[in-house]
């Protein structure tokens, strides 16, 4: 991703990254998190191809059931606001990926990898208190 953003986007990268994160706004207010996460593997995946990296993205792939598991019990009970100026889950989702944009367009290479290390990180800090809420979901070994 450094190498990535500080050659930056070229016009179609940005358009078709501007493209799919509109089509996932319009998902935040339909509130459908299964169109909503397979459009975030949109992001994924075309952020992957930008870098050359399809071989990582077939890999990654291979785990995405357990990854979407977690991101769909991750949207669906965490995506409320907890007083008025907070944001949803999927609202933070939207965020993150405007500042990554806004950040690859402008060759910032150190905001856009943290804004990705946060963004994976997210999913892994919850996944203790999903497994608590969800043990049915998640298997018995430690």
């Known amino acids: 991703m450094r190498r990535f953003a500080k050659k930056g986007l070229t016009d ?9 994160l509109n089509r996932q706004k319009l ?8 169109e909503f996460l397979v459009i975030e593997q949109q992001v994924h995946y075309l952020l ?5 990296r399809e071989y990582a ?21 965490f995506n409320y606001r907890i007083d008025m100026s907070s944001l949803t889950s999927w609202e933070h989702v939207q ?18 990898s943290l804004i990705c290390a946060n963004h994976f990180n997210t999913i ?13 979901f998640f298997s018995g070994q430690a």
């Open 12 to 20: 179609k990268q940005f358009e078709q990254l501007e493209e799919v």
């Open 27 to 34: 998902e935040i207010n339909k509130e459908n998190p299964l």
């Open 48 to 52: 992957s191809a930008f870098c050359g």
């Open 57 to 77: 993205w077939e890999v990654f792939r291979t785990i995405d059931s357990d990854l979407l598991r977690l991101n769909y019990l991750q949207f669906t009970t």
């Open 95 to 112: 965020v993150e990926g405007r500042l990554l944009l806004d950040n690859l367009r402008r060759k910032d290479a150190e905001a856009a």
């Open 124 to 136: 892994l800090w919850n996944a203790g208190t999903l497994r608590d809420i969800y043990p049915q």
